[in-house]
């Protein structure tokens, strides 16, 4: 049977937030918050809250995981790869000054920081229950001679 499959008539205009699932409320709301988001709000009824830091991004951490073993990431560390959200990736000014900051207060990073492809240089962390999280500093790119 052919179908004829026609194009979401609404744009998607932004993007609102990223649910974090996490396993102890006041440990993730700490380690959050010396990243720079506030927690705005809790939200009773789906065990959650919603953080935001200063430039206006949005995190909602759920507190309804379970501990992991040496926060093992179901969705990146197992051999084989479950389908799923990896990771959130959320853009700062300047990832060498991220990069001393986290060596400063003793967050460990897990990888880079490495350029990926020609728009950014990236830096992993993981948060207290294992959840990986992306840092990225936008590049300059040129395309036909134009700055983009």
Known sequence: MDTVSEINPQAVLAYDHVGIRVSNRQEAIHFYERLGFKEMYRI???E???MVSAGGVRINLIF???KTKNRENTLLDEVIKKPGFTHPAFIVNNVNE???WLCKEGINITEGPKQLGPRRIALFIRDPDGNVLEFNQLLTEEINNETI
Do not use: K, S
Request: charged letters at 15%; zero cysteines.
């Open 98 to 100: 991220l990069q001393d």
């Open 44 to 46: 009773v009824q789906g």
């Open 48 to 50: 959650a809250n919603e």
């Open 64 to 66: 309804n995981g379970a």
